[in-house]
């Protein structure tokens, strides 16, 4: 029965997930097209600015509250009350995150300019707050989660082709954006009672279980802050050095690159509730079986994605952004190198491994030292590099961090046949390389990239059955058993 949820949910959220790359890939070209490349960058510098204050507001909150939420999701009366105690919380958060972004954009003159757009993209803080969506994903309810993501990106995709026609609409696009979210989010509000009663708890002295609550979310903030800086400061610092133009070319790589993360990062909130129970209960058997799935699962999918953005980086952006964008070819490439790094490293080791078995404290460490590095080493190459710049010092850190989390890996923790999980994608891509090289003579855009991806596809598909890769057989055997169900009725 385990094995089946986790199988629907991964579908649920594998679903969701291409749900959330779908959307981009129909809006990006046309918003970037409409907008250009300094409008966009005005979007993605408003976003880097709020997304420090969203921080503020979450606290971390998100992660923690899924793991404490699945330990007692089977009471309901506790799961209402360590529900409200982290709701409560939250609350209290968003209020001084508010404060902190009023006096902001009061005193900093610099983002004058920017007001308008951050006061309307920072209303996805108090959206993500009053919504709790983390009591969903603690209950594993990834059904919910994937239709009311597929309504309000429908709503938010129509509204955009209706509304968004010359530059000036930035703004236009970024409520429009708002409502993709924060819409989803706020539907929560109602939906959220079939599982516990939420409420704010106003004895904020009595009612909640500090001692409890505190260090682990503390822990959990400063690891989220340093990540946050780590994923934000780049656009930060282009926007306030070099202007916006450098911020949207260094936003548009770093949104094919997180889409191909989306995809690869999705199935961590599925296996997240029941990993942690598997650590409460020390059942490494388990642990290790799972962990082998999943890291089979990130390579098997992640790295043909990245060698081929790498490949045909300069098509890729022509097509969905178009020549306005054309320097995001070779930050496009640097960010697929580090995006490798980071499949094992943060991905795996700190996502799947150290948050579910409650080491957040040594993650945190970790996570602030590569901020440090990384605010360091943007302060010096993107004076000079730019965005490339930007991109070289994150492949960097990604290196480091693998390195930092694979020293502190639990040694209970052994992943069993190694080769079989690497040689078959490796090989694998060693073809996309060389399809990808010989595609290159084809004059039309189109064509190239056709032929490129879809050739690469179907050859890297063949390659793993031929070389009997285990997660990619046991995915044909349950589409064969899911037809001929379907061929029965």
Request: glycine share 4%; net charge positive.
């Amino acid at each position: 029965m385990v094995h089946t949820n986790i199988k629907k949910n991964t579908i649920f959220n594998t679903i969701k997930t291409l749900l959330s790359i779908v959307f981009p890939l129909i809006t990006f070209p046309y918003i970037s097209r409409v907008l250009l490349a300094e409008n966009v960058g005005k979007i993605n510098f408003g976003l880097s600015i709020v997304s420090y204050f969203t921080l503020i507001a979450t606290l971390g909150i998100t992660t923690y509250a899924i793991r404490e939420c699945s330990a007692v999701k089977d009471d309901q009366f506790k799961l209402s009350i360590t529900a409200s105690q982290i709701f409560t919380i939250n609350v209290i958060t968003t209020v001084i995150a508010y404060v902190a972004l009023s006096l902001t954009l009061v005193f900093y003159h610099r983002l004058d300019d920017y007001r308008t757009l951050i006061i309307i993209q920072s209303l996805t803080i108090v959206a993500t707050t009053v919504g709790a969506d983390w009591l969903n994903s603690a209950m594993e309810d990834f059904r919910y989660i994937t239709i009311r993501t597929a309504f309000f990106q429908l709503l938010s995709l129509i509204l955009m082709f209706i509304f968004i026609h010359k530059p000036e609409d930035y703004i236009k696009y970024a409520a429009i954006s708002l409502l993709s979210s924060a819409g989803a989010s706020i539907s929560n509000i109602w939906y959220r009672r079939r599982y516990c009663e939420v409420k704010f708890i106003w004895d904020v002295r009595n009612g909640i279980d500090w001692k409890r609550h505190i260090m682990p979310i503390t822990y959990m903030f400063v690891m989220i802050l340093a990540q946050t800086i780590f994923n934000s400061v780049d656009s930060t610092m282009l926007g306030l050095i070099h202007g916006d133009r450098e911020v949207g070319i260094y936003s548009a790589a770093h949104k094919i690159m997180n889409i191909i993360n989306q995809v690869v990062a999705s199935l961590v909130w599925v296996i997240m509730p029941r990993m942690s129970s598997y650590f409460v209960d020390s059942n490494y058997e388990e642990i290790n079986k799972l962990l082998r799935k999943v890291l089979s699962f990130y390579i098997t999918l992640g790295l043909p994605c990245a060698i081929g953005g790498i490949m045909i980086s300069d098509d890729i952006i022509l097509v969905i952004f178009g020549s306005d964008f054309g320097d995001a070819s070779s930050v496009l490439q640097v960010m697929m190198l580090g995006f490798v790094f980071s499949l094992y490293g943060g991905n795996f080791l700190g996502n799947t491994i150290l948050l579910p078995s409650k080491k957040e404290k040594y993650y945190m460490i970790a996570c602030c030292v590569m901020a440090a590095f990384n605010v360091i080493a943007n302060y010096i190459l993107i004076p000079r590099f730019r965005a490339r710049g930007a991109a070289v010092t994150t492949a960097i850190c990604s290196l480091l961090m693998l390195i930092m989390l694979e020293l502190k890996k639990d040694k209970k923790i052994h992943i069993k046949n190694l080769s079989e999980i690497f040689v078959p994608p490796i090989i694998g891509c060693v073809l996309i390389v060389g399809i990808c090289i010989l595609s290159k003579d084809i004059q039309s855009l189109w064509y190239r990239m056709l032929i490129s991806i879809g050739a690469s596809i179907i050859v890297y598909f063949v390659i793993q059955i031929i070389l009997k890769n285990s997660i990619v057989l046991e995915n044909v055997k349950n589409i064969r058993l899911l037809l001929k169900k379907v061929k029965a009725k």
